[in-house]
């Protein structure tokens, strides 16, 4: 499958986003995480979704303040960022997986979507 993310943009802190990670084919079987880059930093787990959208995972740094979902008659899952802070910048991928579980390592994702920038200004 091949993957965009679009959505991103500036946003003032305390404002919400949300971005989409539209696929080129249906996602059967595929799990869908988000990960976000920022500048001299390592790629970081955000949040993961299964293939039938049953269970939704977080990281601790976006729990309550994120949230995943999915839509497979539209190949897309999106992530609803909200009180966004300015720690929340950097670069955020979709990346797709077909392994048991909820991987949040990078390592086990195969495909990745191109990023998209989101900035949140103090």
């Known amino acids: 499958v091949q993957l965009q993310a679009s959505g991103g943009g500036l946003v003032q802190s305390g404002g919400a986003l949300k971005l989409s990670c539209t696929s080129d084919?249906?996602?059967?079987?595929?799990?869908v995480g988000w990960f976000r880059q920022a500048p001299g930093n390592e790629r970081e787990f955000l949040a993961h979704i299964t293939w039938t959208g049953g269970t939704s995972t977080y990281a601790d740094s976006v729990k309550g303040r994120f949230t995943i979902s999915r839509d497979n008659s539209k190949n897309t899952v999106y992530l609803q960022m909200d009180n966004l802070k300015p720690d929340d910048t950097g670069v955020y991928y979709c990346?797709?997986?077909?392994?048991?579980?909820?991987?949040?390592?990078?390592?086990?994702?195969?495909?990745w979507g191109q990023g998209t920038l989101v900035t949140v200004s103090s």
């Open positions: 084919r249906p996602f059967i079987s595929y799990g």
């Open positions: 990346a797709a997986e077909s392994k048991v579980g909820t991987p949040t390592n990078p390592r086990d994702y195969t495909h």
